[in-house]
């Protein structure tokens, strides 16, 4: 069974995609065609190309706000989302020596890990530019919110990285580590629109509450596509999250489970060879014979129905989408 | 003969460094140790350290403030263009594997790259907060400010290492680059503080002005420094712009100088094998004896001067005060 993109993807993609298109456009000739090729509009000898990611946080931005019945839609805040989203791909992708992305080589991989480098600072300054162009007298407002979710970001690719080091991470690390790195921004995806349309605390906290626990959902849904998602929809390696020696929170969740499965994990974790195809496949499954695939899609179910919960009583059918957009984020293959 | 440090960086130093040290002290840890070492505060292994470098940009802030007469000191606009400033260096030092910074280890090399690299991206964030939570009604617009030459600062690095790759540069393409990756902040730092306490478009343009060609004398010092510099006084290694192959602004002069020169260090730079120490001695030769020395020393001069014409006519003594900062940067030996 294939996940249908719901129709909101589809709409933020064609609000977001001129005003980002706009504010790439004025960056200097080498750096713009790293992000054009990054964002999927041009191949790497510069020819037009379909378009990028699934849009999700400029959605979410957007639908957020409708949440509220602001009168104007928070385009640039969903264009800031993206662009901050994005500064991040193309960085952890060369901290990570991820070769492919989208189905295509990642940006260092064609442009090399310079270049690739200077796109990513380039779309973290441009996301400052866009909200403080915006005529909202909540832009700066709305220009820290987004900082200090980046902030997290950072926090959560530090302690990625640390955790491939470390030999002992605890489940409640991990799981912060989740926070920062993924359900930080979502929250903020989830609630900047409220912070720049004006709307009242108590909404924006709700918002953002909807936002981490759906942020979390998110992050889970990752980790177990990254352990058994099919290569040829994810456009990921197979079994790459495991090469890495990854802390994934399923792969945490057995390395601290004591169970025999998460004993041998243990051991495969500290091999000092890097794992050969059968040993990948092996801690694959010792990941599931702990139980902790089963934990991990449990946890996603409850992060999901407690973000549900999270959702302000706005206009309905801003909720509806909301919702179906969330159960699209937990569904999805890819 | 040494060079004194004018007393109004110490003066910087003193008034910025609190505003820096308590919004790196939001970042995790990890990011945190990272920036701290970077800035000198703490040695590598924790142990606080006498501090970092010569607060040049932020004294400009704060003197070209005081030439507008502004009844406050744009601390805020000071510490930003300080962190930018940083943020540039973090990261440039990984792109060009600089080793050393300040007589130390660069910080990739103490944490490793991913670490120096999410340094700089927590820098470059910061930056806007520091901005946006300044009670001026003018920080958004000096937010905007900062990422223009933020964007330059980009472009010009994307510039230098496109030019190790290419044979052919102009000395116009090279003094884009210069004013690009070292003009743009300095003429940013010249002019932010008049924007942030609300100056007339005038003398923000002026003290932009001022700052441009500053910024393009202290790049050509820079630039001479990094072939005819003490090492034990610049804490680089000697000759290390030849060894990488940089086209800086003298040694592409010599290249396009139709000298007989000029045509040896075409031959070194085109030669497929890393340049040995004595052809890195006779590189600089060549650049001496193509004029380029030469002129790089009169056409830094007359950066100085101009830059001196653009000054407006505020109060005395911070006129004063920024010339003799402009002929410190002109006359300094590190």
New interface residues.
């Given amino acids: 069974m294939t996940t249908v993109l719901p129709p909101v993807l589809r709409t933020a993609r064609e609000v977001v995609d001129p005003v980002l298109r706009k504010v790439v456009a004025?960056?200097?000739p080498?750096?713009r065609r790293v992000c054009e090729y990054h964002f999927g509009w041009r191949n790497a000898d510069g020819t037009p190309d379909g378009g990028g990611g699934k849009a999700l946080r400029p959605a979410m931005v957007l639908l957020s706000a409708q949440t509220c019945a602001a009168a104007e839609q928070p385009v640039a805040a969903a264009a800031a989302v993206e662009l901050v989203h994005n500064?991040s791909l193309l960085?952890d992708d060369?901290?990570d020596g991820d070769t492919s992305r989208r189905h295509r080589p990642t940006a260092w991989i064609v442009f090399g890990?310079?270049?690739a480098?200077?796109a990513?600072?380039?779309l973290?300054?441009?996301s400052?530019?866009v909200l403080?162009?915006s005529s909202s007298p909540h832009?700066?407002a709305a220009?820290?919110w987004l900082?200090d979710a980046?902030?997290a970001l950072?926090?959560g690719?530090?302690?990625d990285?640390?955790f491939e080091r470390r030999q002992e991470v605890s489940l409640r690390q991990c799981l912060r580590m989740a926070h920062?790195k993924t359900a930080a921004l979502l929250a903020c995806a989830a609630s900047i629109g409220a912070v720049h349309v004006g709307a009242p605390p108590e909404v924006v906290s709700r918002l953002h509450a909807f936002g981490t626990e759906l942020g979390m959902a998110f992050q889970l849904v990752d980790d177990l596509l990254g352990l058994w998602g099919d290569p040829e929809v994810t456009g990921k390696p197979v079994l790459a999250d495991l090469r890495a020696r990854k802390k994934s929170v399923p792969v945490v969740h057995a390395l601290t489970s004591g169970t025999a499965a998460g004993d041998r994990l243990r051991e495969l974790y500290a091999q000092s060879d890097p794992l050969t195809e059968d040993q990948l496949h092996e801690a694959a499954e010792m990941v599931r014979r702990a139980g902790s695939a089963d934990w991990t899609r449990r946890e996603c179910d409850r992060r999901l129905a407690t973000a549900k919960q999270h959702l302000p009583t706005g206009p309905q059918h801003a909720a509806a989408a909301l919702t179906e957009l969330a159960e699209f984020i937990v569904r999805r293959k890819h």
């Fill in positions: 004025r960056l200097d080498d750096t500064f960085h060369v901290m890990r310079p270049a480098l200077l990513g600072d380039a973290l300054a441009l400052t530019d403080l162009e832009a700066a220009a820290r900082t980046t902030r950072i926090a690719q530090a302690a990285l640390d920062d």
